[in-house]
């Protein structure tokens, strides 16, 4: 007998303002930027993103951005 086992896998997104992971498929509020999809897990965040995007894209993340 085999027993099957499902993941749901779910897209998920990084807000650039805040770090907290957001579900792209749910998210209420997003905008783009640069020709990227940026994804926010609340209406404060995006706003704060759109009053300076460059000070949250230009951060430095891991080894290669």
């Known amino acids: 007998m085999f027993n099957h086992f499902f993941v749901e896998m779910k897209l998920m997104a990084k807000d650039p303002v805040c770090g907290m992971e957001v579900d792209e498929a749910t998210a209420k509020y997003?905008?783009?930027y640069m020709s990227k999809t940026y994804y926010f897990c609340a209406k404060g965040c995006l706003e704060a993103?759109?009053?300076?995007p460059e000070k949250y894209v230009s951060k430095k993340h891991g080894c290669c951005h």
């Open 49 to 52: 993103f759109k009053r300076d």
């Open 30 to 32: 997003k905008t783009e």
